[in-house]
């Protein structure tokens, strides 16, 4: 993909009277070795009158000799030339062995050839200073040159100089400025200095403005830019151009023009010329004339306003015909940094993917939805995956209501925490207490300790559990993590508890297991993940607690606002007051959740807000054999990991409930002062 760019150079310069001109010079016409394709070029001179031939000098250099037979009033120059601006790889060279580490030594015919890109000058004090600043320890050519460079361009200031001439190293580092022909000669010298052949480089550099900023450096310049450039150039790998200006490797906008031992030789314009006042003026400037569809910029403006009238039109005649389209899209992102790495490939996770994943959310969360609910779950588990990939969402409501108002109360991961197992619990607690519900019954939940030391005792006699060498790298990942944090480690809690759809209550109640303890099922997911849901009591198909999703089709009433339901974990009297005033709402949710949860094909009695006397208690302990419908089989776990609090949600019939067990949670996490 590329981009065709028209540049257009006029250099002008108007005398106070009739002069003779001596024979001119004109060093702008693109060198033969340009790396950046030239489409077109033409050169117009005035006066009109002249005789003009094209020349190469020694090094290849184009350049257009010009005899003015009459005397005239002015000299102008007018340059247009059309470059395709594609994108390449100014690291795409090959170096000979010899070359590959620095110091480097040429052969003799090689430095007979390159005898003028050689030539020292004698150094002087603030050069010979600098020079001998530099490392000269065995390292790779290429990082050598660029930290040569980048040192350079850090240690000489920019700025743009109207006189004529070049200042010399001397100069340059004393002033520790100088414009790009100043630093591009220090940069010779330096290089000459160090056994490196170098030439002085002058030309024009096209800087086009980006599609998109950039994420992680400077974004270039705000419009598209051209100007008359200085760098320099290497042998050896072909001329490889060095730009001490911006630090950089010459890429597809150093367009050379004159490359000479000298920077005398390289001047745009040379020639004799009668005594005169001259009045000079310059302009440049690069326009688009064409460009490639590419990822950044797929279509034209003029196209994207087609696309949208089309679609405008499609959707017209969609509502007309009564049809209804939903759309799904998979953007697949890949590392900057790090695109050949495996999580970037072929791997499901590693050590960068969640924690960049988590901050272009946080960023289009921002920008979305800043008061919405922060959601890591379960994403797409793929064939020959050990683990599910992680899917992070951001819900919000379409009636601009918050889910969760203070964003200081969402943890981050990519900075981590304090939270721990104890926090976990006391979190727990807390929300039980919220809920009205009795916090005695959390509950903490462990690693499996008998199926770890089978694991053990089935490993060979000669590895260690912290080395076990199991073919598995993800076992063997796990069985480490399991025996150096201790079989007798709290992972973290667990708050049973449901919407009773008789009562519209939650209700919390004990989980009867054969274990004294809450062991999860063995393995390295997040806790919720891992509860042991099926060693709760047996329940006949009639008497289990099934959830059924209400009907999506159904009418349902508009979400209770957020302050109304965040009021009923205040303290106090505003907490009654708002129980009161939320009394009606309260009751269609009920009413809706008894309607969902329906699951024997008969109404349930009772009303919201009485007990049903014939229930069982969720604290009775069921009898063999006999159907216990009444356990609260659904939970909320708390779990710390590696300093931040996750809260797993349990299931609920209606969105009613879920909005009140996030407010819950909100209100928890601000009393305890803990995201």
């Not at 009277?17 to 702008?28: D, K, S, Y």
């Not at 899917?391 to 964003?407: E, H, K, T, V």
Request: some cysteine; glycine content about 8%; charged content about 25%.
């Amino acid at each position: 993909m590329s981009i065709h760019v028209a540049l257009h150079h006029v250099t002008r310069y108007d005398y106070d009277r009739p002069i003779n001109l001596g024979p001119q010079i004109i060093r702008l016409r693109p060198a033969p070795h340009s790396r950046t394709r030239i489409l077109s070029y033409s050169m117009r001179i005035k006066p009109e009158t002249h005789f003009i031939n094209w020349q190469q000098d020694p090094q290849s250099n184009y350049q257009a000799r010009l005899v003015f037979p009459e005397k005239t009033t002015c000299f102008h120059i007018e340059v247009d030339l059309v470059a395709e601006m594609a994108v390449h790889n100014p690291f795409d060279f090959f170096l000979e062995p010899r070359a590959e580490h620095f110091p480097i030594s040429y052969e003799e015919w090689q430095s007979e050839e390159l005898a003028p890109f050689r030539k020292k000058m004698e150094p002087t004090p603030l050069f010979a200073e600098y020079l001998a600043a530099v490392p000269r320890d065995k390292v790779r050519t290429i990082d050598f040159l660029v930290d040569l460079n980048r040192n350079l361009q850090q240690h000489i200031g920019y700025l743009i100089r109207m006189e004529p001439g070049v200042q010399t190293p001397e100069e340059s580092l004393e002033k520790r400025s100088g414009s790009c022909r100043d630093s591009a000669w220090l940069l010779v010298q330096l290089l000459r200095h160090l056994g490196f052949a170098a030439r002085f480089v002058s030309g024009y550099l096209i800087q086009l403005a980006p599609d998109v900023k950039s994420l992680d450096g400077p974004s270039g310049p705000e419009k598209d830019f051209t100007d008359l450039h200085a760098w320099c150039e290497m042998p050896g790998a072909g001329w490889i151009g060095l730009d001490p200006t911006s630090g950089l490797l010459a890429g597809e906008g150093h367009i050379p023009i004159a490359c000479t031992p000298e920077p005398g030789s390289a001047a745009p314009v040379s020639g004799a010329l009668d005594e005169c006042e001259v009045e000079f003026g310059h302009e440049m400037s690069v326009t688009r004339i064409w460009e490639a569809p590419r990822v950044t910029k797929p279509y034209t403006d003029e196209q994207w306003r087609e696309i949208e009238a089309l679609g405008h039109l499609v959707d017209g005649e969609l509502r007309t015909m009564d049809v209804r389209l939903t759309q799904g899209g998979e953007p697949t992102f890949v590392s900057v940094d790090d695109p050949d790495g495996a999580e970037w490939n072929t791997d499901a996770m590693g050590p960068t993917k969640k924690l960049l994943s988590a901050e272009l959310y946080h960023r289009m969360r921002s920008k979305y939805a800043q008061k919405g609910l922060v959601h890591f779950g379960q994403g797409k588990w793929y064939p020959g995956e050990q683990l599910p990939r992680w899917s992070l969402n951001c819900f919000w409501r379409r009636d601009g209501q918050p889910i969760w108002l203070n964003s200081d109360l969402i943890a981050d991961e990519r900075v981590g925490g304090i939270a721990n197992e104890e926090i976990a619990g006391r979190f727990l607690r807390g929300v039980a207490e919220r809920l009205d519900l009795d916090s005695r019954y959390v509950f903490p939940g462990y690693e499996d300790v008998f199926y770890y030391l089978w694991r053990e005792r089935r490993l060979p006699v000669n590895v260690d559990p912290f080395d076990s060498r199991v073919d598995d790298p993800l076992e063997r990942e796990r069985l480490m993590k399991v025996f150096t944090q201790g079989l007798d480690k709290t992972i973290g809690h667990v708050l049973p508890i449901t919407r009773n759809t008789a009562t519209g209550r939650w209700q919390t109640g004990p989980w009867f297991l054969r274990s004294e303890r809450c062991y999860l099922v063995p393995g390295d997911s997040a806790m919720g993940y891992r509860l042991p849901l099926d060693s709760q009591p047996w329940a006949t198909q009639g008497d289990y607690p099934w959830i059924h999703q209400p009907d999506p089709f159904d009418r349902f009433a508009e979400l209770p606002a957020h302050a109304d339901i965040r009021r009923q974990f205040m303290p106090g009297s505003l907490r009654d007051a708002a129980a009161r005033e939320g009394a009606s709402q309260s009751s269609a949710r009920a009413a809706r959740a008894r309607l969902a949860g329906r699951h024997d094909g008969s109404e349930i009695t009772g009303h919201p807000g009485e007990l049903n006397p014939d229930a069982l208690s969720t604290s009775t302990s069921p009898s063999f054999k006999q159907s216990a419908g009444w356990i609260t089989r659904t939970a909320m776990c708390a779990e710390a990991r590696n300093g931040v609090l996750y809260i797993f949600m349990p299931p609920t019939v209606c969105l009613e409930d879920y909005l009140e067990l996030v407010a819950a949670i909100e209100a928890t996490a601000e009393a305890m002062h803990q995201p």
